[in-house]
């Protein structure tokens, strides 16, 4: 079955870390550009985190996250990861993973909640 | 505050065509071709329905059909029907400075009457 599944999602103080794992199956994970992106009730969607292929290269982050989580990926175990540092209350979301289809969106995992706390 | 501008709600009869828009600026909708368009049921991962504009993936209807004009993107669902109703919501490549960047809409709930 084609899929994407997150995990890692908890409740974390503010100033904390984190580390979200998505895990792919049933598709060429190692041809696919990977994406984090987050939905908060105040902002809806946003877009935090672009991996090209192992052999492209190269990451892409948003400001707003910039400097505090780094996106990387193992193709040996066709997991994509998102490392959150200094994790601040407007970083409480629900994130998804998602595959790099022509620069849209092509699969979706279900997501996974991260709730940060004073 | 999204980025890009739907409307948050859109309704339609059972046959009706229905059209969502959603509007950014020259960085994103009107700079690139790379528009896409996404159906998310409660509880479900969103599903993939209109990428670069207008191409349709494999397996979604053809009642789904996307456009484009200047800085507002389309999408338009021909003869409505009752599995339709879901939320629907836009994205927009936005380039970016050595690397990448996206952007989304609020997303707009189509409810079929």
């Known amino acids: 079955e084609v899929q994407l599944v997150e995990s890692g999602g908890a409740l974390v103080q503010r100033g904390g870390s984190l580390r979200l794992s998505c895990s792919a199956s049933g598709f060429s994970f190692r041809d696919s550009p990977m994406n984090w992106v987050r939905r908060t009730p105040g902002k809806g969607l946003q877009w935090i985190s672009n991996i090209r292929t192992s052999d492209e290269g190269g990451m892409s982050y948003a400001d707003s996250v910039k400097g505090r989580f780094t996106i990387s990926r193992d193709d040996a175990k066709n997991s994509l990861y998102l490392q959150m540092n200094s994790l601040r209350d407007e970083d409480t979301a629900v994130y998804y993973c998602a595959s790099d289809l022509n620069y849209s969106f092509d699969l979706w995992g279900q997501g996974t909640l991260v709730t940060v706390s004073s | 505050q999204s980025a890009l501008t739907q409307p948050p709600s859109a309704s339609g009869s059972p046959g009706q065509s229905v059209t969502i828009s959603c509007t950014g600026t020259s960085s994103d909708v009107g700079g690139f071709h790379y528009v896409s368009w996404y159906q998310r049921y409660p509880g479900k991962a969103p599903k993939l329905i209109i990428y670069d504009v207008n191409t349709r993936p494999s397996g979604v209807p053809d009642r789904f059909s996307g456009s484009k004009s200047g800085n507002t993107a389309s999408l338009t669902v021909s003869g409505l029907q009752a599995e339709d109703e879901a939320d629907y919501f836009c994205?927009?490549?936005?380039?970016?400075?050595?690397?990448?960047?996206?952007?989304f809409g609020g997303g707009t709930k189509l409810t079929v009457l």
């Open positions: 994205s927009s490549y936005a380039g970016g400075h050595g690397g990448h960047s996206w952007v």
